[in-house]
């Protein structure tokens, strides 16, 4: 689904496209998921939560918050650089009339809200899907559009994200 999603769009891949892909029947797709919708969404929740393991590994929780700001969106950056068509896939669901559903798919105990509420005493107090187009979302549009910057810009970029979210003193 991912794969299909970053090539052809979400209309443009079916249930059938999805099948062929898994090397399934278009039946047997249907008898896990009851639509093209349902499996999406689950292909969202499946890509968050391994996003969500990269972003926080290695990241040391004993250091201030703005050092792991840096550690889980570089951390972010590399994991969706490995695999641009995630980044795809995540730019088409949240363009979509899914990212309501997509978003209330997610566990509650996802690691980037996790993560989100282990620094809410220092982030404004806004909506996280706010939160998360502030501070994250520029990471996935910079893998999804390809764009290189050099060292320098992307710790331009990160430090520009972070004083977007992170509450003055």
């Known amino acids: 689904m991912v794969e299909l999603v970053s090539e052809r769009g979400i209309h443009g891949t079916s249930m059938s496209q999805v099948a062929e892909r898994a090397g399934v029947a278009t039946g047997t797709a249907y008898v896990h998921y009851e639509s093209k919708e349902k499996l999406l969404i689950a292909a969202f929740v499946e890509v968050k939560g391994r996003l969500g393991e990269a972003a926080l590994a290695d990241v040391d929780d004993s250091e201030d918050p703005r050092a792991i700001f840096d550690s889980v ?16 896939f995540l730019l088409q669901v949240e363009a979509s009339p899914l990212r309501v ?25 806004l909506p996280p899907s706010i939160l998360y187009d502030l501070s994250l979302a520029p990471v996935v549009r910079l893998v999804a559009s390809d ?10 970029l990160i430090e520009s994200c972070w004083q977007a979210v992170h509450k003055r003193p």
């Not at 950056?77 to 490995?82: E, I």
């Not at 764009?147 to 331009?156: F, N, V, W």
């Open 147 to 156: 764009t290189d910057l050099t060292t320098s810009e992307m710790d331009t």
């Open 73 to 88: 969106w570089r951390n972010c950056h590399r994991h969706l650089a490995g695999d641009p068509a995630i980044a795809d």
């Open 101 to 125: 559903d997509a978003h209330d798919a997610l566990p509650e105990d996802n690691l980037l809200s996790e993560m989100a509420q282990g620094l809410s005493s220092v982030l404004v107090d």
